[in-house]
């Protein structure tokens, strides 16, 4: 049982261990209280007892040495008949007994009538009469039989050092209890006033303290699977010691994040160099047909008697092979080689070049070209990023899908936007969207979006990717160089 509260979390046993202790304090004090006036209740008793008796022993003297027993039942007699404005601790019954312990007189002549003998009259009499020797002068006593539900009050009657008798007052312990009642009843309701108030502040400052803990507890559990977060600062804002361990942990996430990201990009910079060797092994070989492809174009071009229709196809196929040499350049981070604006014949090869595809798979694509006749921009990289990532969002789209291409100038410079519908990308997918040879399509290299990623950063641009609402977004600026933009 002890081992089963034990394991608990802490979010109900310090609330619970709490509970128990102002609970077990309060029961304690209250015991303690209760005893305390109980003791006080008999004492005062005893005060008042002895009070009264002293002064009825000093009135019964007369009585006894003259034998006037109707004076005597008046003095015993007159406590009684002022009940009601008397104080609540009243003696069930006064008796007077002479030296040979039979009764004088009584309050009660009943009960208790005049020459019977103390052990006559019960048990308790019997110990009583004991306890009350003929010859002891003592102060007042008080006298308690075992068992009994009365208690006595002796008073001496001494006259001039001889003991004429002994007046005996007799108490009910149901008058002891009835006080003492009185008093438990305000006792326990007080009690219960101040659990109601300290359990409840108990409840919340338990789930204030063990909230932070079992977050925490969840937290740790979480890092053999992920990284996680850290813990909010208003979860528990103080400085003591539990506040320095939320702090530690914080900064243990904080390490675990920056060695992940380490991780990351040392694994980066290993698929980088996988790629770099493949491409340098290849690069050199694309470089010497290409060369000799765009000389032979521009043989053809000079020795005119062209159509304008073969010119413009001429035109179309020298850009492309001039977009290949700079995509070949960039991967090789080469020296920078002499590059052209980007023109908007551009951008309506790259529309020529997509529409058969989209096309063929259904797709329904929407351009929107705002931008002036020249832009300072290199021409074959945007080129080859626009095409990735409209060759992707067409491929992304599916059947019956919708492709939307906006490109323009703002103030920050060019800026393209690429969106399509279809599936939304995951969350842990967009981490390394970016990365070589990684693919979430079937038969994807991985390779497209990567040298795009590469593309923009050669061009100091930045990339960034939205997913949401089953469509996703890619956006793209580029700084304009210093001589800004051509009118058409």
């Not at 006036?37 to 007892?49: F, G, K, N």
């Not at 002891?176 to 109601?196: H, I, K, P, T």
Request: net charge negative; charged share 20%.
């Amino acid at each position: 049982m002890i081992r089963r509260f034990l394991d608990l979390s802490f979010r109900q046993k310090i609330p619970l261990w709490g509970a128990a202790l102002i609970v077990v304090s309060t029961i304690s004090v209250a015991a303690a209280l209760m005893y305390r006036t109980y003791q006080d209740h008999r004492a005062t008793l005893v005060t008042s007892a002895g009070s009264l008796g002293s002064t009825l022993a000093q009135t019964l003297i007369p009585p006894l040495l003259h034998d006037d027993v109707w004076r005597g039942f008046e003095v015993v007699r007159a406590p009684f008949q002022a009940r009601v404005a008397a104080s609540p601790v009243q003696p069930e019954v006064a008796i007077a007994v002479n030296r040979d312990r039979r009764i004088f007189v009584s309050s009660d002549p009943d009960r208790f009538p005049m020459l019977v003998e103390l052990a006559t009259l019960g048990p308790d009499f019997t110990y009583l009469a004991t306890a009350i020797g003929p010859n002891t002068i003592d102060p007042v006593s008080v006298i308690e039989p075992q068992d009994s539900d009365r208690l006595f009050v002796a008073v001496p009657i001494v006259d001039g050092g001889t003991r004429l008798g002994t007046l005996l007052l007799v108490y009910s312990h149901g008058l002891l209890n009835r006080m003492f009642m009185r008093s438990l009843r305000d006792g326990a309701l007080f009690g219960v006033l101040v659990l109601a108030v300290l359990l409840p502040i108990n409840w919340y400052w338990g789930q204030r303290m063990a909230t932070p803990l079992v977050r925490l507890a969840q937290r740790m559990d979480e890092i053999q699977y992920r990284l996680p977060e850290h813990m909010e600062p208003e979860l528990y804002d103080y400085r003591d010691e539990l506040g320095h361990l939320f702090q530690a942990y914080n900064r243990m996430v904080e390490a675990l994040r920056e060695k992940a990201q380490l991780e990351r990009g040392m694994l980066s910079a290993e698929r980088l160099a996988a790629v770099g060797r493949l491409t340098a092994g290849i690069a050199h070989e694309i470089n010497n047909p290409l060369a000799g492809m765009l000389t032979a174009l521009d043989t053809l071009k000079k020795r005119g008697n062209l159509d304008q229709r073969t010119l413009r196809t001429l035109n179309l196929v020298e850009r492309g092979l001039l977009q290949v040499r700079d995509t070949v350049a960039a991967l090789l981070v080469e020296a920078r080689q002499q590059r052209r604006d980007l023109e908007r014949q551009d951008l309506e090869d790259v529309k020529t070049l997509i529409q058969p595809a989209a096309a063929k798979r259904g797709v329904r694509m929407e351009f929107d070209f705002s931008l002036p006749a020249s832009l300072t921009v290199p021409a074959g990289p945007v080129r080859q990023v626009l095409i990735n990532l409209l060759n992707n969002a067409v491929q992304a789209a599916g059947p019956d899908g919708w492709v939307q291409c906006r490109v323009s100038v703002g103030t920050e410079g060019l800026r393209i936007e690429v969106a399509n519908s279809g599936e939304p990308i995951l969350p842990e997918q967009l981490e390394h969207l970016f990365e070589p040879f990684v693919s979430y399509r079937e038969g994807g290299h991985g390779l497209g979006l990567w040298v795009t990623y590469q593309l923009v950063t050669q061009m100091a641009g930045r990339i960034e990717v939205t997913s949401e609402d089953r469509q996703v977004r890619f956006g793209v600026e580029i700084p304009l160089a210093e001589n800004g933009t051509e009118a058409a």
